[in-house]
């Protein structure tokens, strides 16, 4: 593995549903295998059910912008490139990230291709990890970080190399709270697929998909770090929470989403604060 690469990503469009079918469970050694689908009951959700996201306060400045969180600050370095759209001017040339004694630089030959502006940062439960999402001019990037070492995993070059073709977008993160296992979705404007990685280890736990889903949008970690709810659409502009059992690897419909209901989980997503 190189000790830093880069991902190939796009954003995924995400819609908000008012009904939709669910499906019932499906183990994961079924793989990518469709089910029927069948009538999901509409259930209550509990936001304290779900581990915290951590919070950043973010400050701009011409060259720079930096994230401060409780425990952790990342500084992304910026130049502005001329002959090019006003949205692809901005290019970040190196990010620091440093967290208690540890500190890590990213530079811009290590991202592989551009990166405009960082979108999202968690660290893992041990503390000697940290994913970074950022856009770039065609969608999204991400990268791990071991903050002991300095090493950096492209997440979408481990995609690759476990044969997973058409992977254009890792639009949905969140990391356990028990473990260093980071949950993603990915995929491209037409399918999205869910994943565990484990970051120790270096390999992927690959979640059943109960039908063709188009988006994912939100990633929560339960606190007890057993499961997981995810928000998916299928069909188009139609949304449904599902959860993914860790011990029993099963994925089960939870409820079917409204507007509010999937703003409401957006928020409980959202890392900078107002």
């Given amino acids: 593995m190189k000790a830093a690469k880069t991902i190939l990503s796009s954003i995924l469009a995400i819609g908000v549903m008012t009904t939709l079918s669910g499906v019932s469970q ?25 581990q915290e996201v951590p919070k950043f306060q973010k400050t701009l400045s011409k060259n720079k912008v930096i994230w401060n969180g409780k425990n952790i600050e990342l500084i992304a370095n910026i130049v502005a490139e001329e002959n090019v759209p006003a949205s692809e001017s901005k290019v970040i040339r190196s990010i620091v990230i440093s967290k208690g004694k540890m500190k890590q ?82 995929g491209n404007t037409e399918k999205s697929s869910l994943a565990i990685y484990d970051a120790k280890k270096g390999t992927f736990e690959y979640i059943p998909r109960t039908t063709n889903y188009i988006s994912t949008g939100v990633i929560l970690w339960h606190k007890n770090g057993k499961s997981f709810d995810y928000i998916s659409e299928y069909p188009s502009d139609q949304m449904s929470l599902f959860r993914y059992n860790t011990a029993a690897k099963k994925v089960k419909p939870i409820k079917k989403m409204t507007r509010k209901e999937f703003q409401q989980f957006m928020k409980l997503d959202q890392q900078v604060q107002d």
């Fill in 26 to 50: 499906v183990s994961a050694d079924q793989g990518s295998k469709m089910t029927s689908l069948t009538s999901v009951k509409s259930a209550s959700v509990e936001p304290d059910l779900y």
């Fill in 105 to 186: 630089t990213i530079k811009a030959d290590d991202l592989g291709e551009k990166w405009h502006e960082i979108i999202r940062i968690v660290d893992s439960n041990s503390g000697n990890w940290v994913a970074v999402q950022a856009a770039k001019s065609a969608g999204n990037a991400v990268i791990l970080v071991n903050l002991k070492t300095g090493e950096s995993t492209n997440l979408h070059d481990r995609l690759a190399e476990e044969g997973k073709k058409g992977v254009e977008s890792i639009p949905s993160l969140n990391w356990s709270p028990v473990e260093d296992k980071l949950a993603i979705s990915y």
